[in-house]
């Protein structure tokens, strides 16, 4: 059974930072793309940031380029999100997932996903 689990969300003011870990188990992840999206109340879920097995490929949302970083550890089956100068419109509930065989922006492509893990970005 996979099981991907969040951590690291929290409370911080505008300008500030938090670096959210995502630790997945119960499969090899080889080959799989590891990717963030987040979801606002009342709107729809977003793709954040995703990154391949090798690390080679990387992608970030417009919105959060030169702000964000995404890596992994592969030896720990783990995803990071480094966030940094966050703003307000960051707050969300921010979900790792894992595409298998895959290396997409797309959710529908995540086949596994975490519960989530809520960052609140004060003005």
Known sequence: QVQLVES?????????????SCAASGRTFINDAMGWFRQAPGKDRQFVAAVSWSGGQIYYADSVKGRFTISRDNAKNTVYLQMNSLKPEDTAVYYCAVAPGLMTTLATAYRYWGQGTRVTVSS
């Open 8 to 20: 690291g969300g929290g409370l911080v003011e505008a300008g500030g930072s938090l670096r959210l």
